[in-house]
């Protein structure tokens, strides 16, 4: 595979993706050169809606198509906003008020603990391949945002490993540690091991 599209118009996370993917000389198809498809995000795991994605746009451009779902759970909401995090405030929301929203919940609330998960899936538009992988990382939610770099909830999700909100952090920083840039490391390994295979006869 030399080439893939990636089923987001998120401009900050396609240049993630392509900080990492781009190192094993895969060629990222830019936005306005893919098929967009609109995908209805009904599944009940991050899982299932990155894999819906994915096979909706491998298929639409028929080229490899990766796709991410990624989100923040918070231990006092008892998981949520979890795979409704993107529209945790209603369905055109903008990060500021998923923000508030959050902030409003968690007002005099002690536990403030939180992480974020990505699961990403690769499709090949002949369904004769799929790669997924998952990432993680644990944090806390601030009682006020932070920062300008990043976006959706990383003003307010303070990341111990860096010592630092990611919304404060260097693109670099942030995908050291984060949920996409670790699940992206899990999908590039699979994705070398598959090249170092013996091809068949």
């Given amino acids: 595979m030399n080439k893939l599209v990636v089923a987001s118009n998120n401009a900050k996370k396609r240049q993630e993706i392509t900080a990492i993917l781009g190192k094993l000389g895969i060629e990222i198809v830019a936005s306005d050169a893919t098929v967009f498809v609109y995908v209805e995000e009904d599944a ?91 990432g993680q990382v644990a944090g806390k939610i601030l009682k006020e945002t932070v920062g300008n770099s990043g976006f959706g909830y990383d003003p307010l999700f303070f990341c111990p490993e860096l010592g630092k909100a990611f919304a404060s952090a260097t693109p670099e920083e942030k995908a050291s540690v984060s949920h996409r840039g670790r699940a992206l490391q899990h999908l590039a390994a699979q994705l070398k091991a598959s090249r170092s295979k013996p091809q068949r006869a």
């Fill in 44 to 134: 009940d795991s991050f899982a299932g809606n990155a894999q819906k994605k994915a096979e909706a746009f491998a298929h639409a451009n028929n080229l490899p198509a990766l796709a991410d779902d990624s989100g923040l759970c918070v231990d006092a909401l008892d998981g949520a906003p979890g795979i409704y995090s993107a529209r945790f405030a209603g369905e055109s929301a903008s990060d500021a008020n998923n923000n508030a929203k959050l902030l409003q919940l968690l007002d005099h609330k002690d536990n403030r603990s939180a992480y974020f998960i990505c699961a990403l899936h690769l499709a090949y538009p002949d369904d004769s391949v799929s790669l997924s992988s998952e």
